[in-house]
C-alpha cells in the first residue's frame, strides 16, 4: 500500500504530481533529489512509516542537506510493530524538521 492513491484526491496540479512506484523506501531520497534540482519548487513528499523505515539513513541526509523547499509527511499507515517504533518516528521526524 502507498500513500500516493491518495494524492490523487486532493491534488490541484496532477501535470507535475511525480508519483514513485515499486521503490519502497526511496521516497524521501527521491523528494530530497527533486528538492535540490528545484530549488524554486516546494516539494512534497507523502512517505509510509514502513517505507521510511526502510531508509531511515535519508533522514539524516536530508537534515545535512537543508532543503528549504522540502515537506515530508510521514503516514502512520500501522503497518510497524511495535507501536513504540511509531511514536519514534514521528518524534525523529519532528527533530529533524523534514
Known amino acids: 500500500m502507498t500513500p500516493e492513491k491518495y494524492w490523487k484526491e486532493v491534488s490541484k496540479?496532477?501535470?507535475?504530481?511525480?508519483?514513485?512506484?515499486?521503490?519502497?523506501?526511496?521516497a524521501s531520497s527521491v523528494g530530497l533529489g527533486l528538492s535540490l534540482a528545484k530549488p524554486n519548487h516546494e516539494i512534497l513528499v507523502l512517505d509510509g512509516d514502513g517505507g521510511l523505515l526502510m531508509n531511515l539513513g535519508s533522514l539524516v541526509t536530508i537534515s545535512?542537506?537543508?532543503?528549504?523547499?522540502?515537506?515530508?509527511?510521514?503516514?502512520m499507515m500501522g503497518y510497524i510493530t511495535p507501536l513504540d517504533l511509531n511514536q519514534f518516528l514521528v518524534k525523529i521526524n519532528m527533530i529533524l524538521k523534514v
Not at 13 to 26: L, Q, R, S
Open 64 to 75: 545535512n542537506a537543508d532543503p528549504k523547499n522540502f515537506i515530508h509527511i510521514v503516514l
Open 13 to 26: 496540479k496532477p501535470k507535475i504530481d511525480f508519483p514513485v512506484y515499486g521503490v519502497m523506501g526511496k
